[in-house]
Every structure is written in structure tokens, then in C-alpha cells.
């Protein structure tokens, strides 16, 4: 069964650092292209950034460029998104997800996990 | 980016009815759209993928239609655990974006 487990979330102050893992399993890790989306309070959903599978090659929206680095270390089955100078508009519940293997949407989800950004 | 905009915001239904939500993008995205089904405190299920391709395990009162700017996802005949927000997703130029959402609740 394929699973996907956020952790990492919680509160931060504005300007803060927060780092989110996401654990995979059941599945082959390295094969899947893998992403990031978030959906803020009563708003709808919105991609953050993926990674390739090898990890090569990373994608960021641009709200968020210049402050997050997505990783995945395939030896772990886990991937990151390292998140600095967060701001209270990235208050949201952050989703990983996979890719489909043949196209760009995501096929499992994990359960989210919430980051709340406040002084 | 190409935007993507979902309509109506809220459909108001019984179950058996018939669902039919719309999604328009502002420039062409060929095939390139997927629908995704949302409930509170859940995961995401992607439902149909390249505008008409169900996803795996995907019930088949679920369809998706459409090309270029304007597609559909129709439930033929809503059951209970259909009632929830589904939205849009294009994967065609530039960022992935996602549709702002339509709310099917329990009439």
C-alpha cells in the first residue's frame, strides 16, 4: 500500500525556518517525480515544487522562490521541503504528493500536515 | 500562468442527481487537465487525468470531458460520499495551477 507521511509542521514566527519531511513507502521511491502542494485557510489548492526522481532537477512556484529548497534522499524513501523567511501567507496545510509515472498529476497524497506562521 | 477557473463555486444537489462542473482555462491547454476530489481533514484523489482518463479505482459515474479551454467532470448519479470540493488541475505550459474549487453539498 502506498503511503506518504508529513512531518515537520507547527508554529513559527515570521522570518523563521521550518524543515518538512515527507516518508514514503510501499512503492519505489526512486522512480516517482514527486511534489509539494499547499492550501491555506478556506483557500484552494496550490503547488509549492516538485523534484525530478533522481532529484536533478527541482521546480518552484514563484511565491515561494528563493526561500524553500525541495530534496528527497532515495536511500530514505524521503523527501523535503526546507522552508526560510516564511511569511504569515505561507500559513497553509502543506500536502506531498506523487507524480504519476506517465503524466504530471498526482496520484497519492499523504494526510497534510500544517504550518502555521505568527508571531 | 495559465488560470484556471471553476464554476459554479457551489452546486447544491441530492444524491441520485446529476452533477455537472465546469472548468475554463484562460488559454489553451489542449488535453492537459486533470479533477481532483477533496473532503475536509482528507488526502487529495485524483479522479481523471488528460481530461478523460479515470484514474485508477475511480468509479465510473465519474467522466471527464472536454479540450482546449473548457472541460466538464460529470457524476452521473451522486452517491453520499461524492459530496465534497473537486477541483481542477492543468498540466500543460508553465506551473502546474489548480482551479479555485466547486463545493458539491447536500441539497
Known amino acids: 500500500e502506498v503511503q506518504l507521511l508529513e512531518s515537520g509542521g507547527g508554529l513559527v514566527q515570521p522570518g523563521g525556518s521550518l524543515r518538512l519531511s515527507c516518508a514514503a513507502s510501499?512503492?519505489?521511491?526512486?522512480?516517482?517525480?514527486m511534489r509539494w502542494v499547499r492550501q491555506a485557510p478556506g483557500k484552494g489548492l496550490e503547488w509549492v515544487s516538485s523534484?525530478?526522481?533522481?532529484?536533478?532537477?527541482?521546480y518552484y512556484a514563484d511565491s515561494v522562490k528563493g526561500r524553500f529548497t525541495i530534496s528527497r534522499d532515495n536511500s530514505n524513501n524521503t523527501m523535503y521541503l526546507q522552508m526560510n523567511r516564511l511569511r504569515a501567507e505561507d500559513t497553509a496545510v502543506y500536502y506531498c504528493?506523487?507524480?504519476?509515472?506517465?503524466?504530471?498529476?498526482?496520484?497519492?497524497w499523504g494526510q497534510g500536515i500544517l504550518v502555521t506562521v505568527s508571531s | 500562468e495559465i488560470v484556471l477557473t471553476q464554476s459554479p463555486g457551489t452546486l447544491s444537489l441530492s444524491p441520485g442527481e446529476r452533477a455537472t462542473l465546469s472548468c475554463r482555462a484562460s488559454?489553451?491547454?489542449?488535453?492537459?487537465l486533470g479533477w481532483y476530489q477533496h473532503k475536509p481533514g482528507q488526502a487529495p484523489r485524483l479522479l481523471i487525468y488528460?481530461?478523460?482518463n479515470r484514474a485508477s479505482g475511480i468509479p465510473a459515474r465519474f467522466s471527464g470531458s472536454g479540450s482546449g479551454t473548457d472541460f466538464t467532470l460529470t457524476i452521473s448519479s451522486l452517491e453520499p460520499e461524492d459530496f465534497a470540493v473537486y477541483y481542477c488541475?492543468?498540466?500543460?505550459?508553465?506551473?502546474?495551477?489548480f482551479g479555485g474549487g466547486t463545493k458539491v453539498e447536500i441539497k
Open positions: 523534484i525530478t526522481a533522481s532529484g536533478t532537477g527541482t
Open positions: 510501499g512503492f519505489s521511491f526512486s522512480s516517482y517525480d
Open positions: 488559454q489553451s491547454v489542449g488535453s492537459y
Open positions: 504528493a506523487r507524480l504519476l509515472l506517465t503524466s504530471k498529476y498526482c496520484d497519492y
Open positions: 488528460d481530461a478523460s
Open positions: 488541475q492543468q498540466r500543460s505550459n508553465g506551473p502546474p495551477t
